[in-house]
């Protein structure tokens, strides 16, 4: 597939003067805020920067990163004994080619990827070379025989997940003697990305892309951002960029945090289904800005800081706070599809490794308020990772270890946004790098939907394909129709 190419039409529907543009994951109306920038490296979710703070503050026995190290040396995965067992064809979803039937083997990919990340992890902190081997050698087998990923639609989670967290793994033994680095960009790029992209651009074969909860889009954005940045490959980073800001599918940040409330909560549009997804939700979204913001992007701040009130109205849902919910009508009214109109229950039990990340990032980065997000964050310390959240395969969505890698020092420039310097680029050891644009906050950027800001359509030629059921139907006084493709909601993640 030529990447390159217009993969979607834009649509505009023009009611006095507003617009609503559909935008797929090739198609880039402006140049994302990276324009021109030198790719970082290490630069996903680790720069050198934070792997030698983590490394002098465990060296210095500094808490909290001693009990976030002490999690990850206990975890069987990061030990530099790991086995690695290489497929050729992983499969997600039963598939049936008669007269076979391919069974799922996708927990033994996820479960090397993560002894790989654990492993190159505790060798930056801890410094020992056995980690390092034992990481190359895990991901050098696969890159020498992986092919493909495959299965039922579940494929597109295993390629958007799996590809994003390959790539964290890989960047942080890029560099080492024995790693196989463009033979595991080309499996990246054709294995994973491939899928990830034909995600976004199609949603399994034309699907409506409402279709598909948040999730599938958001970690097959994390993978196409990943890739690009692994693969320096600057036009595919812009595209994940702008399909963040404006994409077609329900992963993009007006579609995924469809309502800002008045008390400065956003609602996460999964919110009305259940906890786990949410939280999944809010870990890869998290887990996207991250990535852009050490490639000099800022995300976590745009459009008014969105993902910030997102984030911070899953946390206090999670704690057992109330939290207001505007139901949203779904435009897919087949038997069966999840149309929920109260916020669903929640359990003070559940936890997922995702709140470090995004607490220290408002509340230390940017010196900001984060009531709720703190008292997650404390509650869910020391965060673990894969094989601390239940073998299955929601307990390895997240590559973890948040109390470690991310917990930091309160900045003294906190929301400066410099260019990152091109020497500390190249070196990997600059200090905490800031996004060279700030974020938007202009009255414009920060219009929600229901005050006629700019709504992203579905990128099928159609206008969006969903609104908030409370009458958010009206677009500067022009109507909003919604007209839909007639296909069933997918149910998993």
């Known amino acids: 597939m030529d990447v390159t190419r217009q993969i979607s039409r834009r649509t505009i529907l ?209 993978c196409a951002l990943a890739t690009g940045i692994f693969c320096d490959d600057q036009d595919k980073v812009e595209r994940a960029v702008e399909y963040f800001k404006h994409g077609a599918g329900m992963g993009s940040i007006k579609h995924a945090i469809p309502v800002v409330h008045d008390d400065g909560l956003a609602e996460w549009m999964e919110a009305g289904r259940d906890q786990g997804h949410s939280l999944m939700g809010v870990g890869l979204m998290g887990t996207f800005c991250e990535m852009a913001w050490n490639q000099g992007i800022d995300l976590y701040g745009y459009d008014d800081n969105r993902f910030f009130k997102g984030a911070q109205y899953v946390a206090k849902w999670s704690l057992g706070g109330n939290v207001p919910y505007t139901p949203y009508e779904r435009v897919d009214r087949r038997p069966g599809i999840q149309r929920p109109t109260n916020v669903a229950p929640t359990s003070p039990t559940q936890v997922r490794p995702v709140w470090a990340m995004i607490a220290n990032h408002y509340t230390k980065r940017r010196g900001m308020s984060s009531t709720y997000l703190t008292q997650i964050a404390a509650k869910a310390a020391p965060e673990g990772g894969g094989g601390d959240y239940g073998p299955n395969s929601g307990g390895f969505d997240q590559l973890g270890f948040g109390t470690l890698a991310f917990t930091r020092d309160k900045a003294t420039d906190a929301g400066a946004s410099p260019k990152p310097a091109a020497s500390a680029a190249a070196s990997g050891a600059a200090s905490d790098p800031r996004p060279r644009t700030a974020a938007t906050s202009s009255a414009s950027a920060s219009a929600s939907p229901s005050a006629g800001g700019d709504l992203a359509a579905t990128g099928s030629g159609e206008v969006v394909g969903w609104t908030a059921a409370a009458g958010v139907t009206a677009v500067a006084g022009g109507l909003l129709l919604l007209r839909r493709r007639d296909r069933g909601r997918h149910g998993a993640s």
């Open 14 to 222: 023009k009611a006095t003067g507003a617009a609503a543009g559909a935008v797929g994951l090739a198609t880039v109306a402006t140049p994302s805020v990276a324009a021109g920038g030198t790719l970082v490296h290490p630069g996903l979710l680790h720069t050198g920067a934070d792997l030698s703070r983590m490394a002098a503050k465990v060296k210095a026995g500094v808490s909290p990163y001693t009990a976030g190290y002490a999690k990850l040396t206990a975890n069987r995965h990061s030990q530099s004994d790991w086995t690695p067992r290489p497929q050729t064809i992983v499969y997600r979803g039963w598939e049936v080619r008669p007269p076979s039937t391919w069974p799922q083997n996708y927990g033994i990919l996820y479960n090397d990827i993560h002894a790989a990340y654990q492993n190159a992890l505790r060798y930056h902190v801890g410094g020992d070379g056995a980690h390092a081997d034992t990481a190359v050698a895990i991901l050098n087998a696969w890159s020498a025989k992986l092919t493909k990923v495959s299965g039922s639609a579940d494929r597109f989670l295993a390629a958007g997940i799996y590809g994003y967290q390959a790539a964290n793994a890989a960047e942080l033994v890029r560099d080492h003697k024995d790693f196989q680095l463009e033979r595991f960009q080309k499996m990246l790029l054709d294995v994973f990305y491939s899928v990830s992209e034909d995600f976004l651009v199609n949603h399994n074969n034309g699907t409506a892309a409402p279709h598909y909860w948040p999730n599938w889009d958001l970690c097959n954005m994390a």
